[in-house]
């Protein structure tokens, strides 16, 4: 098992930034792929990122690419989701979810079993 919280959400300026944490509880942090995904209001939930277990690789969605970097600290079972020059469209809920799955699947929210309560970024234009 493994609980999932996300912090680090908050209102911001069109081209500022911002970081989120993601704080797991359990032993087996270190084993899981981590993503972080975001929900829209009336769209669906849309992969935003993602981090192998040993942090060697990372995956990102094209709208966020060259803004976002994920990174991952194993010893405080922790991961971190650096936002910079926000546009108003990354406005959305974002949950942190983990994998027990290949990174093959790191953009299939269907493959992450556990999931954070979710932190509402807001970018103003």
């Known amino acids: 098992q493994v609980q999932l919280v996300e912090s680090g959400g908050g209102l911001v300026q069109a081209g500022g930034s911002l970081r989120l944490s993601c704080a797991a509880s359990?032993?087996?942090?270190?084993?899981?792929?981590m993503g972080w995904f975001r929900q829209a209001p009336g769209k669906e939930r849309e992969f935003v990122a993602a981090?192998?277990?040993?942090?060697?690789?990372?995956y990102y969605a094209d709208s966020v690419k060259g803004r976002f970097t994920l990174s991952r600290d194993n010893a405080k079972n922790t991961v971190y989701l650096q936002m910079n020059s926000l546009k108003p469209e990354d406005t959305a809920v974002y949950y942190c979810?983990?994998?027990?799955?290949?990174?093959?699947?790191?953009?299939?929210?269907?493959?992450?079993?556990?999931w954070g309560q979710g932190t509402q970024v807001t970018v103003s234009s």
């Open positions: 981090i192998s277990w040993n942090a060697l690789r990372t």
């Open positions: 979810a983990a994998s027990s799955y290949s990174d093959i699947w790191y953009a299939d929210l269907r493959k992450y079993a556990y």
């Open positions: 359990g032993r087996t942090f270190s084993s899981y792929l």
